[in-house]
């Protein structure tokens, strides 16, 4: 199948390779130095529980005619990318795209791309369950088995048959969801929470594991996000969290205290300009929801705050 991977990140470059090791014609569109680095050395990709390195060579594009055509377009980027690539997308002739990332407004970007397609579109979100690190000539990639949750927001994915072909040779699950657009909302709560403390505290994830007052705090904010969505009637999926997060704070608190101890929490990296923006998504839910939420805004306000000091001192 002919697959364009649209982004080149930690992310998009382990799609990519699993869709080479699938046997897939894949194209990644990629920008400026990692545009050249794909071009000279390949995709690298060290695979950091596997212990090995792969090298897959694939076709590299640095832009998205309109007539370009592929089977398949995955596009994989952070939150607030989506908004700019949109508009290259709906002038592109190619009809199946699935759009890979954080994303607690679906409906409304689906809706865009929609409007203002000329050719007729079909759209999924996924979300791949893996993170990682860039490093120079190579992306360091942490995960499992290789796995994406992925759904349609009206109904099945009108395009299964299709992707399904893609990952037919690989092995990389696709875990179908009913309500993609409730786990995609009900994801960003504890992504927030967990992205917001190690900006404030500089990725010094031993100090963090050691703070026990933080770390309740931070249990204690994630159950007040789960709050705020049921207060204003989403469903938070896997229901299974808010169970951990409000009646077994012991074993979470157990649980983030060995995480921010392990060396893998600082393989991941993390796009804090994307957090910023998934905030001022959730702060519209808060708006609406008129509940309390004392720890969620003080771990919020501390994260802006530093944002803002850092900002000014570039300036």
Do not use: C
Request: proline letters at 3%; charged letters at 25%.
């Amino acid at each position: 199948m002919k697959i364009l991977v649209y982004g080149a990140g930690v992310l998009g470059s382990y799609l990519a390779h699993v869709l080479v090791q699938g046997g897939n014609d894949v194209t990644v569109l990629a920008r400026g130095s990692r545009a050249e680095e794909l071009s000279e050395d390949g995709l690298v990709i060290r695979h950091y529980f596997q212990r090995k390195t792969t090298v897959d060579k694939v076709k590299v594009i640095q832009a998205l005619p309109a007539d370009d055509s592929y089977d398949l377009i995955f596009v994989v980027m952070k939150y607030n990318d989506f908004p700019a690539v949109l508009p290259i997308l709906a002038k592109n002739k190619s009809s199946h795209i699935v759009l890979v990332g954080n994303n607690p407004t679906a409906s409304t970007t689906e809706k865009e791309l929609l409007e203002n397609s000329l050719p007729d579109k079909k759209v999924a979100f996924g979300f791949q369950l893996s993170g990682g690190r860039r490093e120079k000539g190579r992306m360091i990639s942490v995960r499992g088995g290789g796995q994406m949750v992925l759904g349609s927001l009206n109904g099945p994915v009108p395009f299964k048959d299709l992707i399904d072909k893609a990952f037919a040779d690989v092995k990389y699950k696709i875990d179908y969801h009913e309500d993609i657009d409730a786990w995609l909302k009900s994801h960003i709560v504890p992504i927030l929470v967990l992205s917001s403390v190690s900006y404030v505290q500089d990725n010094q994830f031993k100090q963090i594991a050691k703070d026990k007052k933080l770390l309740l705090q931070m249990i204690a904010a994630v159950d007040e996000g789960f709050k705020v969505m049921e207060a204003i009637g989403y469903t938070i999926t896997p229901a299974s969290q808010v169970d951990y997060f409000r009646r077994k704070r012991q074993l979470v608190y157990f649980f983030l205290n060995i995480y921010h101890r392990l060396p893998v929490a600082k393989m991941i990296d993390g796009s804090f300009v994307e957090i910023a923006h998934l905030h001022k998504a959730f702060d519209v839910w808060k708006q609406q929801a008129r509940i309390a939420t004392p720890n969620w805004n003080e771990l919020e306000e501390a994260f802006l705050a530093k944002m803002e000091g850092k900002a000014n001192e570039r300036r």
